[in-house]
């Protein structure tokens, strides 16, 4: 059922691109709109065409497009929908991008190597994208990379709402790695369950070792938090460590559920009994039981809500 619209409802427009056309309606409904008109094509040599087929002249646009796998693709598909805005007279272009892709690059970890993220920044505000909308960022520095506002969301509470009345009382919250422990805080404070910390090293880009396990687990149901769910190796190497010291049980919640690969069978494997992540990106895997999606529309909805009707985005529950 559609919203009801609200003031100044005509003075915006809301573009999704291709990577989750799901989720792009579902933020429409929650604001009683319809999704402006735009065509995608790809041409058989891989070059992409974007189209708007509603004007834009002087209104506010949002364009969801999160930069999840393939990313290159849909990267460029945001850059060409935002240069196609700037181009037809929009007053100002906000990029919904749930999920940042190449977030994890926002640093050199050795000598002679890019810092992606701080490059895809930089692509992002060329095209002329006044203001980013975002779901917790792989870490806050990347806001640094951007001269442009950024305002990144938590799924901290819509998460924990799903998971609430559900947990085990012997719960304990994990970070799988110190870049995590700020959120997972976050998480035993609302699930009033104590926290353990995992330290860990990554020897590529599909094998981390742990390398320390600071807390007591044993005999616990744990809760692993992160950000993002790529191959699953870190959340599996987490439990091996886990089970070591004497944990009993592994639940996982993540906001971006990318879950490439064999991801899923990974983590059955390992003997996870339940995955929540979010639909910042479109979950390829709906099949296996234990896994469940949160909706993040109505938060994402709300933001778009604040920022058409000059609110505060941060003051957001
Ligand atoms: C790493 O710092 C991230 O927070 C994730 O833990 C990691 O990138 C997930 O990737 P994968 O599932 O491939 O281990």
Same mark, same amino acid.
């Given at each position: 059922m559609m919203e009801e619209r609200f003031e100044g409802a005509d003075e915006f427009v809301v573009f999704a691109g291709t990577a989750n056309p799901a989720l792009a309606d579902a933020v429409a409904r929650e604001l009683g709109i319809t999704l402006a008109q735009s065509r995608v094509e790809r041409f058989p040599d891989g070059e992409l065409s974007v189209r708007l087929l509603e004007s834009v002249r002087r209104k506010e646009v949002y364009l969801i497009q999160?930069?999840?796998?393939?990313v290159n693709d849909r990267l460029m598909e945001l850059l060409a929908f935002a240069d196609g805005c700037r181009r037809s007279a929009a007053a100002r272009v906000t990029a919904v991008v749930p999920y940042f892709g190449y977030a994890r690059a926002d640093r050199r970890n050795r000598r002679r190597e890019p810092i992606t993220a701080s490059m895809v920044a930089g692509l992002i505000q060329s095209v002329g994208i006044d203001h980013v909308l975002t779901v917790d960022l792989h870490s806050p520095q990347i806001e640094g990379f951007f001269q442009v506002p950024v305002d990144s969301l938590s799924a901290v509470a819509p998460v924990c709402d799903a998971l609430a009345g559900t947990l085990p009382p012997d719960l304990t919250v994990v970070s799988p790695d110190a870049g995590r422990v700020k959120t997972a805080s976050e998480f035993a404070e609302r699930l009033r369950a104590p926290l353990a910390i995992i330290m860990k090293r990554r020897e590529s880009g599909t094998r981390t070792e742990v390398t320390h396990l600071v807390g007591d687990v044993r005999g616990r149901a744990c809760l692993i938090v992160d950000d993002m769910i790529s191959t699953g190796g870190t959340l599996v190497s987490s439990i091996h460590a886990l089970r070591e010291a004497g944990a009993r049980e592994f639940q996982i919640a993540a906001?971006?559920?990318?879950? +490439?690969?064999?991801a899923c069978a990974r983590l059955r494997d390992a003997g996870v009994t339940r995955v929540v992540v979010t639909d910042?990106?479109? +979950?390829?895997?709906?099949?296996?039981?234990a896994l469940h999606v949160v909706s993040l529309a109505p938060l994402l909805a709300e933001a778009i809500r604040r920022m058409i009707r000059r609110e505060s985005v941060s003051e957001m529950g």
């Open positions: 999160p930069t999840a796998p393939p906001t971006h559920g990318l879950l +490439v690969g064999d910042t990106v479109d +979950v390829p895997e709906r099949q296996w039981s």
